[in-house]
C-alpha cells in the first residue's frame, strides 16, 4: 500500500507550480514583452585549481601566519591532517589525473545579468569568473569562460567545484523497520479477527442472558423486609421493574427500550481478552508515537542527527507521513466512537449473576426546543442524522458497573442507585420501601428497625450517603482531550509541526492547552461544588432495637426513627412522628420563609409525600431544623455497639425515615445535575448542518489548493492547512462562551443559574407566565378588615378587632396555623398577619394533654386549641377546635377560600347577596377568606380528639368574611410594561381567585385599563363565561375572540381569565388550544393545574415561569425557563434563582438571555467569517500565485488576533431595554447567512480589487513572483515577494474589521463604542496593521518581511537599513517594498473596505433595509411564528 501511495504521488509531482492562467513577468503594463531582469545576492560556487597561484587575484590564498601551513581547502591550519579537500568531492586522490586544490570562498555575492531560472547555475559560474577577470568584462554569457566543469579526468588549470550529486537514499519498503512495522499490522490484525472468532463462539446464546430493567423502584410492603422468597409470595406491591426477555428473543437491543428502562449486559473477565486491551491501548499510544518519530525525523533527531534518517529522503517520508496520518486518524476515531464499550469488548458476555461487570444501555433522551419552520436543508440534515442515530444506536449511553457482594447479595451501583440482584426475576432492580399509606399506620412504625431488618434493607437500598466522583486535574485533562474536537486540533497540529510549521503550531499548541486547562478547572470546580452539596453526613440518634444510640447518617434506611435536634441538616425524607419542626426548606423550594412540620395524627388519613396536604407533615433532605420542640435529650447514648441505653428520656421530636439516597428529592436533584438530560436548541440543530457545510466548502478549497500548488505530495499539507482554516478548532467552544458570559453577568446581579444552555434558551422567551402572591405583589398579606356576617346579613367592614363578637376574635386568634419561636412568629404569611391583627399572643406553657397550643387574648382570656387540621389545597380550607377556658364550650372554626366555606356551611347562614359581596371585595383586588363556626358546648376533650374532620365541620354557620390585601410590588407595572415592549406576552398563573387575580393584572399593566376580562367558570356542570364588570353571560366567546382578532393594536380589547375548573373542562372539551392564547389570567390553580397550564403553552412558544418556589416549585421545573424569586443561590426549584425578589429580574434574565444570544451568534459568524477570509481569499489566493504570507503573519493571526477578539466580541454590553424583537438562532437562517456571505462577497471583491491595482503598477509589472524554480515545500520562502505582501495587508485587515461589523450590538447589545476591550483592541491591531502597511522599512515591518528587504538592498532604494536580523530575501529584487504612493492607496482601499463591511452589516443586515426586505417577505410568504395579542 505504501508503495502504491509513493508511486501515485510521485507520478502526481511532476507538475510545476505556477499561476494557472498567466505566465508571471511575461508582459509589462503596456503589453509589452518584459525585459531579463538581473539578479542580485547570488553567491559564487568554489574554484579548484591545479595551483594556489592559479587562483584569480580576488580570491588568493592569504599569508599563513607562522607556524601554519596552507592546506588544500584553502585555510591556514596548523597540520593538514585530515583537513577534506572540498575539490575532492569526497573522492580520493587516487582517482583523479589531476590533483586539484580549493581557492579560499568568495564572500561577496554577484549579481547576474538578464537572469534565467533555466540555467541559473551557467549564469552564476559565468558572473563570478567575470567579477574574478578570468571572462573579458565584454564577454556574453554562453562563451567560453576558459573554466573546466568538474570532472575526475580534467587536466584543465581552473574548474568549478561542482561536485556531482550523490545518489538520493531510496526507501525500498524492505528495511529492517519498514518489515517490523507490516509485521506488527498483520499480526494485530490477525489477531482481532482471531478474538473477535473466539469471543463469538463463546458469546453465542449471550442475547438470551441480557434482561431489560425499569429505573423505578420496587416497592416493598413494611415492616418485612422482601426477601426472595417474599418476592414470590408477591408481597411487592408495584408493578414489575424487571421485564423478562423470551429465551428464544436474540434481538434485544437498546434502541427498542422504551422510555425509562435500561438493559442489562452481564461480562466476565478474560485473560486473552485482557492481552487484546491492552495490545489497543498500547496500539493507540503507537499510532501517535509513530507521527511523532516521523516528525522528530524529519528534524533529524532520530537518526544520527541527520534529517531523514529514518525514512530516507523528503519524498519518501512525506509519503510515509501521508499514509500513516490517515491510518492513525481512522483507528483514533474508531477509539473515541467505541470508548465506552471498549473495555466490554474484550470480555466475555454472560449471565448476570456470574458477571464480574454489568453494561447498562440505555436511550439518551433529548428535548429538542425549536420555534418556528425549520428551513428545509435542516429538516433534511436532521432526518438524516436521526436515521444515522438510530441504525448505529449513537443515542444509546453505555456505561459498565462493576458487580459487589455483600454475603449472598449481588449488586451494582448505576448512577448513584443501587439494584439488587434477585433471583427470580434474574436481574438487577432497584427497591423502595412502603412503610404506610396512612398517618396511622406510619404511627405504628414509631418503634424503628432491629438491626437485622435494618442491615437487609441496607443492603438493598444501599448506604444514605452519594458519592460523587472528581478525577484529579490530570484525570479531567486527559477526558478533555480525549475528544473529537481535541483529535481534530491534534491532527492537524502534527500536520503543521512536520511542515516546519512549528512556531505556530507551538503557539496553537500553547492556545488549546490554555482553554483545556481553563475548562477542566471549571468544570472540576463545579463537579466539586456538586460533591460538597451530595455528600453530606452527620451524628444522629436512632432507635434500633428499642434503644437510643448514635449512627452514622449513611447508615439509615427506611423505617429508622431518628431523633430531632435544633440546627441538624436533614439528611433523608421522612414524616414526623413527635413534636413539631420548623425547617427552613429554602435550598430545595426558594422559600425563604421557615415551615412549620407537623406530627402525624392518629387517624386513618391518606398519605402521600408528594401532595400539597401531606407536606405539612414531612421533612426532606436537605433542609435545615431551625427548632424543634424539645431539643434537650440529657446524657449522650451509647454507640450502637454496645446498644446500652444510658438515657431512658423519650425524645420529644422524633422523625421517621421515608426515603434515602436518591429516593430523595435531594437525591433526584443530585441526580439531574450529574447526568442531566439533554437539550438540544435551535441552534445546535443547525449547527450539524452548518458543520457539514463547512466541511464540504473546506473539501472544495482542498482540491482547488491541490490542483493550485501542483498537485503532488506538498500540495496536499497545503490543502489540509485550508481544511483546518475552513472549519476553525474555535467553533465548537465559541458557540458556549455567549453563554458563560451572560451567566458571570447573571451572577453579578444576584441571578444564578445551573443550566448554562438555558441562557440562550431565555433569548428567545414569547411567553412570560406569572405566580402572582410574593411574585407580582408582596409576599405578605396586609390584613384590611373584617366583615361579620349575622342572620344571613352582612355587616359593615371592620377594621378594630375588638369591636368584634367574641367568637370571631376566638375564630381569628386560633383558626391559623402559625407559631412562635425566639418570639417571631412562623407559618403561612396570611396565618401571621390575621393572628398579629388580633393582638393576642400564644403561651408556650400549655395546659392539659389535649392541649396543642394556648392563646391569650390582651384582656387576658384564654382559649386553648385541641385540634387543627392544616390548610389542604384539595380542600381549600382548614379548621380547629379550640375550647373556651372561662365557658368550657369547644368551638370549631373552619377557615378558607369563599367558595369553599360556602359549600360546607349551612345554607340558611348564607346570605342572598354572599357572591355579590364577595365579588366586589375580589374586584377591588382584596384577598378574601370565610370564617365559620360550629359550638359543640361543653365536651369530653378526648371525644373531640377522635372526632373526624368531616364530622367536626359538619354544621358550621358563617360568621364572617376576613379581608386581605395583596399590594403589588413596586416595580411590577414597569417589569410588565417592559416584557410587553419586548414583544413578550404576560400571563397569570394564580391560586388566588379569579376576581382578585383580574384587578392585580389590571394594576400592573397585565390587562390594559379599558380591557374587558371575561371569565369562564363551571356552573351547573357547564362552562360559563361572564363579564365580571357586569356580570352578564356571554353567550358566543368565539365571536368575541374573533372580533379582538380582527383588529390591528396589540392590545387586546377582551381578556379571558378561567378556574381551574373551567381550565379542566376546556382540556376535557379540546378547546383549550384554540382558548390557551387568549386567556390572560388562569385563577384558582393547584400546583398540578399549573404545571398543565405551562405544558400547554410550551407547545405553542418558548415558555418562561416565574415564581416565589412555593406551591409553583414543578411548573418552574417544567418550564422551558424558570426562575425562582429565591434568596437561596442554589435553589434547586428551576434552571435560575433571583435573590432579587422583583420580577425585573425576568426583564434582565431576558435582556441577558438575547444578548447571550447575539453574542454567540456574533462569534460564530466571525469564526465563519475567518473561514471564509483564511480558506478562500488568502489561502486559495496565494496558492494561486504560490506564494505563502510570511511567517509572522499566521503566528498573528491565528496566535493572537482570532482568541483575543473572540474574547472580545463577548464583552459586549447587555441593552438597557428589551427590544420589540428576539435575536436570531438559526445558524443558517436567512438573517445569517445575508451577513455571511455579504461580507464575503465584499472582502472578495476588495481583495481582487487590490490584487488587480497591484498588476496596473508599472513597477510590480515584470517583477511578479516565478515559483518555478522554487522549492515549494519550503513555504518560509514563500512570502518574500508583492503578491504575499498585497495579500497579508489585505487580509488582515478584512480579518480584523470583522470583529468589529458583528460587535454591533443591533437591538440587543448596547452601541458599539461600550465594549471597551473590542474597542482597544479593534484599535490595536488596525493600528499595527497600518503601521506595516504605510511605514518605511524598519525593525517591525521586518519582522513581518513586510515593507522590507535585504539590508544592502534597502539602503541602494534610499532607505536606512534595519538593523533586526533576517535571512535573505528569497526573490531576485531583493526586497518587496512598495512605493508611497502605493502604500497609501492600499491602505485607503482597505479603510474603505473596511467601511463598506460595517456599513452593510449596520444598514443592510440590521438596518433599515434588512427590516423592510423581511417585512416584504413575511407580507408575501406569511409568518412562521404565532401571532398573538401581547
Partial sequence: MVR?????????????????????????????????????????????????????????????????????????????????????????????????????????????????????????????????????????????????????????????????????????????????????????????????????????????????????PKTQVSPSVASDKQYEKGVVQSGPSSIDVPMSDATVSASQLPAGSMLLRGYKNDIAGLFMYGLTLLSTAGWIALLMIIVLDYYGKVKGGVAYGLLANSNDSMSVFIFVWHLAAIWLIAMLACKRRLRNYFRIECSLPQARVVQVEERQEEVIMTEGRQNRLTQLVTKAYNAVVLKFGLNIVAESCATQHIGANQFIEYRCTRYVFIEKAGSFECHAFVLGETHRSLLDCHNGLTSAEADARLTRVGENFIRVYVPSFPVGLLQELFSYTYLYQ?????????????????????????????????????????????????????????????????????????????????????????????????????????????????????????NSASKAYSVYAGTRVLQCTGSSYGSAPTSLDTMVPVDSAEPQTQILVLRTRTATDKGKLIQRILFPIRYSFVLDEQLRVSILALLAYGGVVFGLSIWLMGADRTSWYYGLFVVSQAFP????????????????????????????????????????????????????????????????????????????????????????????????????????????????????????????????????????????????????????????????????????????????????????????????????????????????????????????RAQLEAGCSLVSLLLFRNTLKEDTPQAIAELRGGDTRSVMVTGDTALTAAYIARECGMVDATARVVLGTIEDDALIWRDTATDKVVDDINAEICAVTAQDSQVSQVELAV???????????????????????????????????????????VTAMCGDGGNDTGALRAAHVGIALSEAEASIVSPFSSANPSIMSCVTLLREGRAGLATTLAAYKFLVNYAVVMALLLEVTQFYFSVIVPEAVWIMVDGFTTSIMILSITQAQTAKKLAPSRPTGQLIGAHTLASIWGQAAINIAFLYGSIGLLFAQSWFRCNEFDSSDIDTSLWWLLGDNYEAEVISIVCLFQFINAAGVYNFGYRYRRVWATNYLLVLMYSAFLAVVSAIALADPNRFGCVFRINCGNTQTVRDLGYSASTVHISEYNNPLGHNVMPRHFRWTLWAMCVVNAVVCLAYEKLVVLGPVGRRVKAWWVAKHGDSKIQFKL
Fill in 1059 to 1101: 378556574t381551574e375548573a373551567a381550565f379542566n373542562w376546556l382540556i376535557k372539551s379540546g378547546q383549550i388550544r384554540h382558548l390557551l392564547l387568549h386567556i390572560r389570567i388562569f385563577a384558582r390553580m393547584t400546583p398540578q393545574g399549573k404545571i398543565t397550564c405551562v405544558n400547554l403553552h410550551m407547545e405553542r412558544a
Fill in 4 to 216: 502504491y501511495l509513493v508511486l501515485v504521488t510521485g507520478l502526481a509531482s511532476v507538475a510545476y507550480a505556477f499561476p494557472a492562467f498567466n505566465v508571471p513577468n511575461s508582459v509589462n503594463v503596456d503589453g509589452d514583452t518584459c525585459p531579463v531582469m538581473d539578479r542580485s545576492g547570488l553567491m559564487c560556487p568554489v574554484l579548484c585549481v591545479r595551483d594556489f597561484n592559479n587562483c584569480p587575484d580576488l580570491i588568493q590564498p592569504s599569508e599563513c601566519p607562522a607556524g601554519e601551513q596552507l592546506c588544500d581547502d584553502g585555510a591556514c591550519y596548523d597540520s593538514c591532517d585530515n583537513v577534506e579537500n572540498p575539490c575532492l568531492c569526497g573522492m580520493f586522490a587516487s582517482d583523479f589525473d589531476v590533483l586539484y586544490k580549493a581557492c579560499p570562498s568568495y564572500s561577496t555575492s554577484v549579481t547576474v545579468k538578464q537572469y534565467n531560472p533555466s540555467t541559473k547555475q551557467e549564469q552564476i559560474e559565468f558572473a563570478c569568473a567575470q567579477t574574478w577577470g578570468l571572462v573579458s568584462r565584454n564577454a556574453t554569457f554562453g562563451s567560453d569562460t576558459s573554466v573546466a566543469l568538474w570532472a575526475t579526468n580534467e587536466t584543465a588549470t581552473t574548474m568549478w567545484n561542482e561536485c556531482p550529486l550523490a545518489a538520493e537514499p531510496k526507501l525500498s519498503f524492505t528495511e529492517t523497520v519498514c518489515l517490523a512495522f507490516y509485521g506488527i499490522i498483520g499480526a494485530e490484525v490477525l489477531l482481532y479477527i482471531l478474538w473477535h472468532a473466539y469471543k463469538s463462539i463463546r458469546e453465542r446464546h449471550a442475547a438470551q442472558m441480557r434482561r431489560v430493567c425499569s429505573q423505578l
Fill in 729 to 948: 478548532p474555535l467553533l465548537p467552544a465559541a458557540l458556549v462562551i455567549g453563554q458563560s458570559v451572560a451567566a458571570d453577568r447573571l451572577r453579578r446581579q444576584q441571578i444564578f443559574c445551573i443550566d448554562l444552555p438555558r441562557i440562550n434558551l431565555c433569548g428567545k422567551v414569547r411567553l412570560m407566565l406569572f405566580d402572582k402572591t410574593g411574585t407580582l405583589t408582596h409576599s405578605g398579606m396586609q390584613f384590611y378588615s373584617v366583615q361579620e356576617i349575622a342572620n344571613t346579613t352582612f355587616g359593615n367592614a371592620e377594621q378594630n378587632i375588638e369591636k368584634l363578637s367574641d367568637q370571631i376574635q376566638i375564630g381569628l386568634a386560633s383558626c391559623h396555623a402559625a407559631t412562635e419561636i425566639d418570639q417571631q412568629l412562623i407559618g403561612n404569611p396570611v396565618d401571621v398577619e390575621q393572628f398579629q391583627a388580633t393582638g393576642w399572643r400564644i403561651e408556650n406553657n400549655r395546659e392539659g394533654a389535649h392541649s396543642l397550643d394556648t392563646l391569650i387574648a390582651p384582656d387576658h382570656r384564654t382559649v386553648h386549641v385541641v385540634r387543627r387540621f392544616e390548610f389542604e389545597h384539595a380542600r381549600q380550607s382548614m379548621s380547629v377546635a379550640v375550647q373556651d377556658a372561662a365557658t368550657r364550650h369547644v368551638h370549631v372554626f373552619v377557615k378558607g377560600s369563599f367558595e369553599r366555606i360556602k359549600k360546607i356551611a349551612r345554607v340558611d347562614s348564607v346570605p342572598a347577596d354572599y357572591d355579590a359581596v364577595t365579588a366586589a371585595w375580589a374586584k377591588q383586588g382584596c384577598y378574601v377568606l370565610a370564617l365559620a363556626h360550629r359550638d359543640l358546648g361543653e365536651m369530653d376533650l378526648g371525644s373531640v380528639s377522635r372526632m373526624p
Fill in 490 to 610: 491534534m491532527m492537524c497540529l502534527f500536520v503543521w509541526f512536520y511542515f516546519n510549521y512549528f512556531k505556530l503550531a507551538l503557539v496553537q499548541l500553547c492556545v488549546i492547552l490554555i482553554s483545556a486547562f481553563i475548562k477542566v478547572f471549571i468544570r472540576l470546580r463545579s463537579e466539586r461544588r456538586v460533591k460538597m452539596l451530595a455528600e453530606r453526613r452527620n451524628q444522629c440518634r436512632v432507635r434500633r432495637n428499642g434503644v437510643w444510640v448514635d449512627l452514622d447518617t449513611a447508615d439509615l434506611v427506611p423505617g429508622d426513627v431518628v431523633a430531632v435536634e435544633a440546627n441538624m441538616e436533614v439528611m433523608c425524607d421522612g414524616c414526623v412522628l413527635r413534636g413539631e419542626v420548623v425547617v427552613d426548606e429554602s435550598s430545595l423550594t426558594g422559600e425563604a420563609m421557615p415551615v412549620r412540620k407537623l406530627p402525624l395524627k392518629n387517624e386513618a388519613i391518606a398519605y402521600d409525600p408528594q
